[in-house]
């Protein structure tokens, strides 16, 4: 039996939920399966990223795109001129399976793109899902183009990497939000001029928002108020424990029983979203500590409670 094409090994590497070192045509990515909320507390703890950044999800075509993406007529007139290519669009979320809750960061949006790389696509054909995809970089580093780089990076963490040879582009793509009027969110490898010749103007955005990747992230704020570093719950509130073993009684989930703050990443939004639904007087969040993941949780607790922005 022949041995495994590098192809196969990073196919494998995702559906397994590991990390694998991809290539693409902007910056070569540290990817995950997008609908694996582990995996992709693995790439943001093996970044040391800052904070619950929206990924963006890559899929071998249109027909994929659509299935997780509510793709307007301006999205498909951008997506036959520049797919695949280093354009993302940020939509509404069409169904969430395939995208997880900590890839999106919350949100219900979803940043989409059909890379060009040869390599990459052979990849999501086969795998057939979303990909994760990073630049595969340190937080604050410079991203990598070559795989030599890719590996001095975050190759410690990846259990396969796939040489694709010199990124074609060099540059992260553009990304464009399509949530109502058309904005440019992030400048990138396809110019904001034949963009705006597809599809008219777009608005320049003068703050930090928090529906694409590489931006500051805004809080999900679930309808009650939330009450962090919290002892205990008083009287009418949800409690978000951690590390005090299983919660069993109503009104009471546990972050992680063991302490554990990449378990913890996983569960937030779902289970804000799940003690929201309980319609409490508050949320209260016991204290997470700040080290690891940690920090990224404290930073999007702070931002559900108003206590950023």
Known sequence: MPDPSPVDLAVSALRRGDLALLPTETVYGLGADAANPAAVAAIYAAKGRPAFNPLIAHVADLKTASQIAELDDRALALAAAFWPGPLTIVARVRSSGLVCDLARAGLDTVAVRVPA???????????GGAVAAPSANR????????????????????????????CAVGLESTVIGLVGEAEWLRAGGL????????????RDLDVDIHRTPGRLVAHYAPDAPVRINA??????EAFLSFGSGPETAPGRFSLSETGDVNEAAQRLFRLLRAADRLNPAAIAVAPVPMTGL????????????????
């Not at 002892?231 to 009418?236: L, S, T």
């Not at 940690?294 to 922005?309: C, P, T």
């Open 191 to 202: 110019a904001r001029d034949r963009i705006e010749a597809v599809i008219g103007r777009l």
């Open 139 to 166: 937080s604050g580093r410079p991203s990598p183009t070559s795989l030599a780089d890719a590996m001095a990076e975050t190759g410690a963490f990846a259990a396969a990497a796939l040489d694709g040879g010199p």
């Open 231 to 236: 002892a205990a719950p008083m009287e009418g």
């Open 294 to 309: 940690g920090e990224a949780i404290n930073d999007r607790l702070a931002r559900a409670a108003g206590k950023v922005g």
């Open 117 to 127: 790389h040869l390599r990459f696509q052979e990849v999501l054909q086969a795998f």
